[in-house]
């Protein structure tokens, strides 16, 4: 009995010893400076950004349009409208073919086929690729097709490629999450597998989906590199007016604006964080009001 006792408490004493351990302590500790270094640091950033910019946030920001000599009297708009171009052609493109291929894969889809399986190992590398590579994948995409690179529909189809896993994925996740009573009550009521998926289980899963869709366009909205290596411009004096016109958007301006050396164009960049930083926040908050609002709770 007393060798049992020994070998029951054995894994309990170790793992008490383990937790308090000097390099447990140690990495814990390690682990807090990090995550307290990383926070002074971006409220630094966030400060100086408000500090800087809040006097630039008058009419002139989004009513002109940017300057490369005067910008006392520069301004974002053709920015911010460009951005709304690309994230609303963006969400066009990527919503209804995000949301119908989680449906596919959750409800429909055959795991013991090949290929189903090759598109859920895909989906998981994707989701971690870096977004500038989806830049290259469409200057690629687009030379093949003779689509110029440097107009909305270019943008567009890049960042659609950078936040489609992600919606896939968080279409699958909310879906999974709705109870298999609702789908099985459906179908013995004579419902089609179709019809229930339409009628009960899609509607019944829709907060997580537009949760997590918002959550990826903001996402989208603040990428600047596969834009840039599309060989979005820098300077537009002039608003979008189509798929195929030429555009920038918040975060090339803003990179544009901070490499120039005259103090004002500095702050022109902080006026145009804290505008960016507005809108994301924003969808964010957007996002957990349809969470609070219409989740379920099983």
């Given amino acids: 009995m007393a060798s049992i006792g020994a070998v029951a408490t054995a894994p309990l004493r170790a793992r008490k010893a383990?937790?308090?351990?000097?390099?447990?302590?140690?990495?814990?500790?390690?682990?807090?400076v990090a995550v307290a270094v990383a926070m002074i640091c971006l409220l630094t950033l966030l400060v100086t950004a408000f500090v800087d910019?809040?006097?630039?946030?008058?009419?002139?920001?989004?009513?002109?349009?940017?300057?490369r000599v005067i910008p006392e009297t520069a301004g974002a708009r053709a920015a911010i409208l460009g951005s709304m171009w690309v994230i609303g052609?963006?969400?066009?493109?990527?919503?209804?073919?995000?949301?119908?291929?989680?449906?596919?894969?959750?409800?429909?889809a055959d795991e013991q086929r090949w290929y189903n399986r090759l598109i859920e190992v895909n989906l998981q590398n994707l989701a971690a690729v870096p977004a500038i590579v989806y830049?290259?994948?469409?200057?690629?995409?687009?030379?093949?097709i003779g689509l110029e690179r440097r107009v909305v529909l270019a943008g567009a189809i890049a960042l659609s490629l950078l936040i489609l896993p992600v919606i896939i994925i968080t279409t699958r996740e909310a879906l999974r999450a709705v109870p298999a009573e609702i789908r099985q009550g459906s179908l013995a009521l004579g419902a089609t597998p179709l019809q229930t998926v339409w009628r009960q289980t899609l509607p019944s899963a829709l907060p997580g989906v537009a949760t997590g869709t918002?959550?990826?366009l903001s996402r989208a909205l603040g990428e600047a590199a596969p834009l840039l290596l599309l060989?979005?411009?820098v300077f537009v004096s002039y608003d979008p007016n189509g798929l195929m016109s030429g555009f920038t958007t918040l975060p090339i301006q803003i990179f544009s604006?901070?490499?120039?050396p005259?103090?004002?164009f500095q702050e022109l960049a902080s006026a145009a964080i804290i505008v960016l930083l507005g809108l994301l926040l924003l969808m964010n908050a957007l996002a957990i009001i349809i969470r609070n609002r219409y989740q379920r709770h099983w």
Avoid: C, H, K
Avoid at 95 to 108: C, K, M, R, S, T
Avoid at 257 to 260: A, K, L, Y
């Fill in 231 to 233: 060989g979005g411009l």
């Fill in 135 to 144: 830049g290259m994948l469409t200057a690629g995409f687009a030379l093949a």
């Fill in 18 to 32: 383990g937790e308090n351990s000097p390099a447990s302590i140690g990495f814990l500790v390690t682990l807090w």
């Fill in 89 to 108: 052609t963006t969400a066009l493109l990527a919503i209804p073919l995000g949301i119908a291929a989680g449906v596919y894969l959750e409800e429909f």
């Fill in 257 to 260: 604006w901070t490499g120039q």
């Fill in 214 to 216: 918002i959550l990826a």
């Fill in 262 to 264: 005259q103090e004002e």
């Fill in 53 to 67: 910019g809040y006097p630039r946030l008058d009419g002139a920001l989004f009513t002109r349009y940017s300057s």
